[in-house]
């Protein structure tokens, strides 16, 4: 399966901005899809995650009540609604896809490139 990801911008703090992953190829349905960020020189976090069919998603702890996400399976698509933005969540965010749930990157066989959120105070 083929990930891309989109959305992500400048926003101020206690704002909201919403990232989507796009995915085409193998079925999409049969995926644990995820979503994790990294800094420079860190390594990446992980943020969310969905199951396959979409009625059961994780948090991190960091951004519990303020992100939510969600997939379309009709349309292969993943989105993270992110709000009450603040500096710490400035990051290149990567949607993920694999076999079951995971908090460690290598888990997951399938990546986007990445988006950029920059989260200004």
């Known amino acids: 399966v083929q990930l891309q990801a989109s959305g992500g911008g400048s926003v101020q703090a206690g704002g909201s901005l919403r990232v989507s992953c796009a995915a085409s190829?193998?079925?999409?349905?049969?995926?644990?899809v995820a979503w994790f960020r990294q800094t420079p020189g860190k390594e990446r976090d992980f943020v969310a995650g969905i199951n396959y069919s979409g009625d059961s998603s994780r948090y991190a702890d960091s951004v519990k009540g303020r992100f939510a996400i969600s997939r379309d399976n009709a349309k292969n698509m993943v989105y993270l609604e992110m709000d009450s933005l603040n500096s710490e969540d400035t990051a290149v965010y990567y949607c993920?896809?694999?076999?079951?749930?995971?908090?460690?990157?290598?888990?997951?066989?399938?990546w986007g490139q990445g988006t950029l959120v920059t989260v200004s105070s």
């Open positions: 190829g193998r079925t999409f349905s049969s995926f644990y």
């Open positions: 993920a896809a694999g076999a079951t749930f995971s908090a460690y990157e290598s888990r997951y066989s399938y």
